[in-house]
């Protein structure tokens, strides 16, 4: 079993060095940091002495009560090692964080807070300004730079 502080501590400070071999352990700080708006909760169980495995326990956002998993990443992919929904993903092997998401919750709950996690942030930028309404930048622009039309 790995200490999940001290991996936690040497993921934030061990530098890179391992070539085309890329510490996949290291990739679960990253889902915790940038996908917090798709669980409830993420705890890094232990990561390998190498960086090459990671376990984490996430808690779904949604239903009663909320879909608990466990999974071990290594550079083969993640893998379900137990689900507190009667075990129905146990042993699932999934590619992506994003399948691991969508298994949890479902594709379409997944997709529906994809959708308006994108949708906050458009209207946030336009709201700032920082976002260019079509007629200003769009299809009139492209059709003046290259003469069609």
């Known amino acids: 079993a790995w200490s999940a502080d001290a991996a936690a501590d040497k993921l934030l400070s061990a530098p890179c060095d391992d070539g085309d071999k890329a510490p996949v352990g290291d990739d679960?700080?990253?889902?915790?940091?940038?996908?917090r708006d798709f669980f409830s909760e993420f705890e890094v169980l232990g990561v390998s002495p190498d960086h090459q495995q990671a376990d984490f326990r996430i808690v779904s956002r949604s239903?009663?009560?909320?879909?608990?998993?466990?999974?071990?990443?290594?550079?083969?992919?993640?893998?379900?090692?137990?689900?507190?929904?009667?075990?129905?993903l146990?042993?699932?092997q999934l590619e992506t964080f994003e399948q691991v998401l969508s298994a949890m919750d479902g594709a379409e709950a997944f997709g529906s807070r994809l959708c308006g996690l994108v949708s906050e942030q458009l209207a946030q930028k336009l709201a700032e300004g920082s976002l260019r309404p079509e007629e200003e930048g769009g299809e009139e622009g492209v059709e003046a730079e290259t003469g069609q039309g």
């Open 28 to 35: 679960v700080l990253h889902y915790k940091a940038h996908y």
């Open 63 to 88: 239903g009663e009560p909320r879909r608990e998993l466990k999974v071990h990443l290594d550079p083969g992919g993640f893998r379900v090692q137990s689900d507190s929904h009667g075990g129905r």
């Open 90 to 92: 146990c042993g699932a």
